[in-house]
């Protein structure tokens, strides 16, 4: 959850490999995804959205987009909507 709370706030997310998330982040697209325990890969992950501003902007537009199209409430009462019509 805490993953799509910052993607509501445009936040860029670096996060791991585990669970649903590979299902929601796009690595290099809507977020940035690393192996569990790869201090390195986090670190690199981390450095760029410090340094290089524009990625990060990206990111975080990219993060929010998903999040509005996908898992917004207009989205999801959509998609029960197209269930209950179904």
Known sequence: MVVLEAMSYK???LTTNVGGLPGLIQHDLNGLLTEPGDIEAISRGLSTLINDKECKA???QQGYITFIEKYSIDAIVQDYVQL???
């Open 11 to 13: 936040q860029a997310v």
């Open 84 to 86: 209950y019509n179904d």
């Open 58 to 60: 990206l990111v975080a």
